[in-house]
């Protein structure tokens, strides 16, 4: 099968690439292991109850709570590819 991956839309990288740029001030860049996958899944299901509360970005940055959850999650399936 041949991957297309021209059908990943623009915005949807730059919003991951943003979240990811707010929390690498916040962590170290690209250093995924000062958190277990538990912990990213809490994060992943609190931002998920939040958009359901209706609370569609998160206060701490602005940023939209259901994107915050998706990041979290990508997080979850890197660290498991690398075994983490």
């Not at 041949?2 to 707010?22: F, G, H, V």
Request: aromatic residues 8%; charged residues 30%; contains cysteine.
């Amino acid at each position: 099968m041949d991957i297309q991956y021209s059908l990943i839309r623009p915005e949807w990288l730059k919003i991951i690439a943003q979240i990811l740029t707010i929390g690498a001030k916040k962590y170290k860049t690209n250093d995924f292991s000062e958190k277990t996958e538990k912990e990213y899944f809490d994060s992943a299901a609190g931002h998920i109850i939040a958009d359901r509360e209706g609370i569609r970005i998160d206060p701490d940055d602005n940023q939209p709570s259901i994107v915050k959850a998706a990041t979290c999650l990508l997080i979850i399936y890197t660290k498991r590819l690398n075994n983490q």
